[in-house]
Nanobody
Framework: QVQLVESGGGLVQPGGSLRLSCAAS????????MSWVRQAPGKGLEWVSD????????YYADFVKGRFTISRDNDKNMVYLQMNSLKPEDTAVYRC?????????WGQGTQVIVSS
């Protein structure tokens, strides 16, 4: 079955960086777009970024453009989210999803806390 496991979250100071990873299994990974979403405390799900199956096209929410970069490694069935210039408002649980947003399957997520 589809499995998505995120990692790489943690506590980081404002202006810092984190790289999130998502390990995918149970489906033909390179045939699917992948997405990242986040959910801040007390808020709804918020789309962050999508990447197509080949990795050649990436799409971002306006609030992360220029700061976050999505990428994938189809040989390893991995998708990544490099997050730079982090702000306190980026604090959230980040989840990867199979397919274009809204995805059909989600991982459990990894917590990112941006605080001094």
């Amino acid at each position: 079955q589809v499995q998505l496991v995120e990692s790489g979250g943690g506590l980081v100071q404002p202006g810092g960086s984190l790289r999130l990873s998502c390990a995918a299994s149970g489906f033909a990974f390179s045939s699917y777009a992948m997405s990242w979403v986040r959910q801040a405390p007390g808020k709804g799900l918020e789309w962050v970024s999508d990447i197509n199956g080949t990795g050649g096209s990436q799409y971002y929410a306006d609030f992360v453009k220029g700061r976050f970069t999505i990428s994938r490694d189809n040989d390893k069935n991995m998708v990544y989210l490099q997050m730079n210039s982090l702000k306190p408002e980026d604090t959230a649980v980040y989840r990867c999803g199979k397919g274009w947003h809204p995805s059909t399957h989600w991982g459990q997520g990894t917590q990112v806390i941006v605080s001094s």
